[in-house]
């Protein structure tokens, strides 16, 4: 069966948007049509007749990742962007789609590097401060110690939680993973169950139709004896009469 026009217009809509992300993921019109993308699919989804299976569990997790990678981009903290866009890794960077894979590395690459830029600024500023505060008192001195060592604590606190962050939701992402998979094998194991149910029917219902035909068969003989004998009764009755 061939496609209908409604998902010819999602997969049209959706490489566009993919290739408009691997561009420039701030245009102003990726979000208005990744919004769009994302009611269209939810029709087609409600449609009697849909994709199978397969091909609609991977036009929602493209069109999740899309819809991620719109979400990253609204955040200012570049440590948040690094975590958000780690994270969509374990949704559907884990499909086979090239596209997808190459966003998510330029993406990851970008957000990267702003997290280093503002680290090597964050540093460089504390040396500018230093270089500045040279000549004066030891207790400027002191001060701009602080100040960089509280700059260092911070950098490695954000590092610590992007660490954890990952942690906790590859952990999440297991345990999902592991109740799909148990949900899977119990659904297999029911169909097993009910196959066999079914079959048992089945087999008594052939037997209980074999027993119906004999039964009837029975009868129908019984009933043509009767009748014979009937006959052959009625018949000597009435050759009786005429002797």
């Known amino acids: 069966m061939g496609m209908s026009r409604l998902e010819v217009n999602v997969r049209r809509l959706l490489s566009q948007c993919e290739n408009m992300a691997k561009e420039d993921s701030q245009d102003w019109r990726l979000h208005k049509y990744i919004s769009a993308l994302d009611e269209m699919v939810s029709s087609l989804q409600s449609q009697p007749v849909k994709p199978n299976k397969e091909t609609m569990s991977e036009y929602v997790r493209r069109v999740d990742f899309l819809k991620g990678l719109s979400e990253t981009h ?38 990267t590097k702003e997290l280093r830029d503002q680290l090597f600024q964050s540093d460089k500023s504390s040396d500018e401060i230093r270089q500045r505060k040279q000549k004066t008192t030891g207790e400027d001195l002191d001060a701009l110690l602080k100040f960089h060592h509280s700059m260092q604590e911070k950098i490695a606190e954000d590092m610590l939680s992007l660490a954890r962050n990952l942690k906790e939701q590859s952990q999440l992402a297991g345990s999902i993973i592991k109740k799909d998979t148990e949900t899977v094998n119990k659904s297999s194991v029911m169909a097993d169950k009910n196959l066999s149910s079914l079959k048992v029917e089945s087999e008594r219902l052939q037997e209980h139709s074999r027993r119906a035909w004999k039964c009837w068969m029975w009868i129908m003989i019984l009933v043509v004896i009767v009748i014979f004998i009937n006959m052959v009764f009625f018949m000597r009755l009435k050759k009786k009469n005429y002797t």
């Not at 955040?75 to 086979?96: D, F, I, M, R």
């Open 74 to 111: 609204k955040l200012s903290n570049p440590v948040e962007k690094v975590v958000a866009t780690q994270l969509l890794s374990h949704g559907a960077v884990a499909s086979t789609e090239t596209v997808t894979k190459e966003i998510h590395q330029k993406t990851t690459s970008k957000y």
